[in-house]
């Protein structure tokens, strides 16, 4: 095999010689795993990718580079990572953070589920302690000193005799090179001078004055522009394209096809755009009627075969119940709807293949590529650029997939990939339609005696990995099948994402019914299953709480034994001005929600108030006011962002956001036909208050808001008009009908 | 071959004359600031200012541009001498993946040339067109209000300076 291989970092650095680094390249594998061995597990990703000098360079005149193999999709990290690194010493400017790149930083999975900041964020944070520690060492060496006599500051080590040892001059050999320990000696958080701080973002400036800022703003020399011609549906099949007309037009360099793979590349942008409307009319399909009914989702999803399994089973039979009641449920299909549709740069030289892309797992999506390339992973290298925000597994790495399989039939020729908005919205897998059913009876004391929750769905992750989990190798001519989709394991599973509740019951039941088959294509969007099970929990404790005659907060706090959870309900209540059964003006509710995201990252309790038109059924959020804890809070300002961020984006989501479609195509394909949030939804304010826990670990919280925000609203909404809405969307329609019957 | 006036600065275009104005600036020109979102007319992330008022750069075609005058974000300031809608985004944190704020910052910048003092519901009003889908929009509101406050010091400045 004579595959060509993309040069890892070490063996460029090697070969340059224009580099100078004084940290030993000899064995420093950008993704060099974990040896197998025992002992206490090392914090964050130091325990798959231990080396110290996968995280950390330091090149001789002290510039700094942190290495993570996270993407920075707009959460802000990138700046959260680059203040991490405080624990070093060094001032914030001296910190150059390089983000997902299979050729330089680890292999960290995907940037998913609110990870970054336990595993990126902890392994930098760990990783920049004990470096620290190193350079001690040696300076306490070179000094002849007690490393306890030496402080270390402004990226020096200091003795005190006023001797100074800068890091560049103190950093050597393979110093770097070594495995982490499981302990580290962590700064005094009443010391932290960045960590803790509303830092203003780094992506920020360029963002606002047009800078190169996006993988849609790639410019490489020569770089022709493809656009693909999609099926109009799922499984359609191509009967016949005489493209002969297209190749005359200008500037069209070349027609891809392989199979039911169609795109065209042209030298100018909109050449291409052109060009693709022309090939798209010429191209005859053969489609198949095989979606489901959208409007009978409760019985297609709930009849589809499934894999049933009891997640939580607690029983105490001294326990049982008077009042029973029982309620059902539905999430349609929903879509990421990221602004910018997806898009990727690749470019083929010499066998090797380097795609530039805005996937959020560089390792995976590589493997992916590699496998319908029929290319060796090594001959293949996925750099991360910056795209529109995705809010989980959108079209980033099918367009990469395209990128690359259209750059290998015009080697040396760089090809920019851009998706168009119906592209985007028929084509994105999206977040999964659910079905919960809820059972629950109390005792005589206003207490929950028996909980019953079972959630029927398919898996949140259709991720890379597999090539047929990518558009493209689906409809070449020699395909890839989709693999066999998997639940996603508990702690923090998939459908079943917090589908067991943080209260404490004495009996409860919890069933996960997997579903494997997936009637519409879908995957991994922001929250997982816990946007659904939160709402559906939080709504029903509403519901117990009415039927207990008890305030929704009172209520929740008689279940909930976890105290940093009490202490963001109480502050949510306290900063919303909650009190026990107040009435709103006419028109208006007051709601409540709270939930630990997957039971194990932020905490979250958002109070709102909404007010509904009756004659319109219209419902508009007035205001809501969170709190969350997040752990250690490394820069307040993000996390807030964050939280903000949450709230609207799931209020949208909440009131107005399902996928339609026919009996065979997807109908809703753009802005028109999938309505989201505009500014005459936008809340009179939101209030974000962080409990910070300085010296904690930290926790994620970039989901935190989606389930809580989405029950919040409900729960105002029947708080408003006396109606229960249990199917989401909360449109303005079934709101005007509830209230109406 | 046409000439468009952008930022001031005169463009032989060699395009179509159908082409939207949104691929003559990123493609010919090689500038970044308005950004594909639909081609539809539906985002606003492409919008831009022509003769004074916000316009969607997806669907306007060359042809109807002769002789007018085209600003993008990139003729407002930059990072070292930023526009105060430009200081007002970033002193307000306004963005999250950023990817709308361009067309964000264009049209409260029209909104602003033509009322330098706008109402929170005329800003709420005029940004309607605009999607936003990270929910960054409490932070767009603010960083509108403080941009009129910046022009408006600016304006005074200017004013005292030239003795008015």
Excluded at chain 1, 77 to 99: G, N
Excluded at chain 1, 319 to 348: D, L, N
Excluded at chain 2, 139 to 147: F, G, M, S
Aim: charged content about 20%.
């Amino acid at each position: 095999m004579n595959a060509p291989v993309i040069l890892d970092r070490r063996r460029v650095l090697q070969g340059g010689g224009a580099l100078i680094v004084s940290f030993s390249l000899g064995r420093a594998f950008a993704e060099e795993g974990a040896p197998a061995a025992a002992g206490p597990k090392r914090p964050g990703s130091l325990a798959t990718a231990p080396y110290l000098d996968s995280w950390l360079r330091i090149d001789s005149d002290g510039r700094i580079t942190a290495f993570t193999g996270k993407a920075e999709l707009g959460q802000g990290f990138k700046t959260a990572f680059q203040q991490i690194a405080e624990q070093l010493d060094v001032p914030f400017k001296a910190i150059h953070v390089v983000t997902a790149d299979t050729q330089l930083t680890a292999n960290e999975g995907y940037t998913a589920g609110s990870h970054s900041m336990q595993d990126s964020g902890a392994a930098i944070l760990n990783a920049a302690a004990q470096v620290r520690e190193l350079l001690i060492a040696e300076a306490a060496k070179r000094l002849d000193l007690a490393g306890e006599s030496l402080k270390t500051d402004n990226g020096a080590v200091a003795a005190p005799d006023g001797r100074r040892l800068t890091y560049g001059e103190l950093v050597a050999a393979d110093m770097l090179h070594v495995q982490a320990q499981p302990q580290s000696k962590l700064k005094d958080p009443a010391t932290f001078k960045i960590i803790g701080h509303p830092v203003p973002r780094v992506d920020i400036p360029a963002k606002v004055t047009g800078g190169e800022a996006y993988v849609q703003d790639m410019r490489l020399p020569d770089m022709a522009h493809a656009r693909v011609v999609r099926p109009p549906s799922y499984g359609a099949q191509l009967v016949e394209c005489d493209s002969s007309a297209v190749e005359k037009l200008p500037g069209v360099v070349k027609i891809v096809r392989d199979g039911n793979f169609l795109a065209v590349v042209a030298d100018k942008e909109f050449q291409a755009v052109k060009a693709m409307n022309t090939l798209a009319a010429a191209a005859k399909w053969k489609e198949s009627p095989n979606l489901p009914k959208q409007n009978d989702l409760l019985n297609v999803l709930t009849s589809l075969p499934s894999q049933d399994s009891t997640i939580l089973n607690r029983s105490d039979p001294s326990v049982s119940g008077q009042k029973t009641v029982e309620a059902t449920y539905t999430r349609s299909y929903q879509s990421h709807g990221s602004i910018g549709p997806s898009c990727a740069v690749a470019h083929f030289v010499e066998g090797a293949m380097t795609v530039w892309t805005h996937t959020q797992g560089v390792y995976p999506d590589r493997q992916a590529i590699a496998e319908m390339l029929r290319m060796q992973p090594a001959s293949v290298r996925l750099i991360h650029v910056e795209g529109s925000g995705c809010y989980g597994h959108n079209g980033a790495d099918d367009v990469a997939a395209d990128a690359a399989l259209i750059a290998r039939a015009l080697p040396g020729r760089p090809v920019r990939v851009q998706w168009m908005r119906e592209q985007e919205h028929a084509w994105e897998p999206f977040g999964p339609a659910m079905v919960t059913k809820l059972k629950a009876s109390l005792d005589a004391d206003g207490r929950i005696a028996d909980w019953n929750f079972a959630v029927w769905s398919n898996t949140h992750s259709m991720r890379p990995g597999n090539a047929g989990t990518l558009l493209a190798a689906q409809h070449m001519a020699q395909a890839f099948a989709v693999p066999q989709p998997k639940p996603l394991p508990l702690p923090e599973g998939g459908g079943d994402r917090n589908a067991i509740p943080l209260y404490t019951f004495a009996n409860a039941r919890v069933v996960h019914h997997f579903i494997p088959a997936m009637p519409l294509r879908i995957s991994a969007m922001r929250g997982l299953g816990a946007y659904h099970n939160v709402f559906s929990i939080e709504s029903f404790m509403d519901e117990l709480a009415g039927l207990a005659d008890a305030d929704p907060i009172e209520f929740r706090l008689r279940h909930l034994e976890d105290q940093r959870g009490r202490d963001v309900i109480e502050k949510a209540a306290q900063e919303f001005g909650w009190k026990r059964y107040q009435k709103p003006q006419a028109g208006r509710g007051y709601g409540f929600a709270f939930a630990r995201y997957k039971n194990l990252a932020a905490y979250c309790a958002i109070a709102s108030e909404v007010e509904v038109n009756r004659e319109t059924g219209r419902a508009q959020l007035l205001r809501a006011v969170a709190a969350v804890d997040s752990g250690q809070v490394v820069n307040p300002d993000g996390l807030t962002n964050q939280i903000e961020g949450a709230i609207m984006q799931s209020m949208s989501w909440t009131l107005y956001e399902s996928v339609s479609f026919d009996d065979t195509r997807i109908t809703s394909i753009d802005w028109q036909t999938y309505p989201i949030l505009r500014f005459d939804a936008v809340p009179d304010r939101i209030n974000v208050h962080i409990i910070n826990r300085p010296g904690q670990p930290f926790l994620g919280s970039g989901e935190t808001g989606q389930g809580p925000a989405a029950a919040s609203i409900a729960n105002a909404i029947a708080h408003a008009t006396g109606k229960r809405l249990r199917d989401l969307p909360l449109t303005r329609k079934r709101i005007k009908d509830a209230i109406d019957a | 071959m046409m000439t468009l006036k952008v930022n001031g600065q005169e463009n032989h275009i060699d395009a179509d004359p159908d082409t939207p104005l949104l691929y003559v600036l990123r493609d010919d020109l090689k500038l970044n600031a308005a950004k594909f979102g639909c081609g539809l007319g539906q985002c606003g992330s492409c919008t831009v200012i022509v003769d004074g008022k916000a316009v969607l750069s997806c669907v306007t075609p060359l042809v109807l541009l002769e002789g007018k005058q085209v600003t993008t974000l990139e003729g407002l300031g930059t990072v070292s001498a930023p526009a105060p809608i430009q200081r007002a985004f970033m002193e307000e944190q306004a963005a999250q993946c950023g990817y709308c704020i361009a067309g964000m910052m264009m049209r409260a910048q029209a909104l602003l040339l033509r009322n330098p003092k706008p109402t929170d519901a005329q800003i709420r009003a005029e940004l309607q067109p605009n999607l936003c889908r990270c929910g960054t929009h409490m932070r767009i509101l603010r960083a509108v209000h403080r941009a009129a406050r910046l022009m408006d010091t600016a304006d005074a400045s200017v004013n005292e300076r030239s003795g008015q």
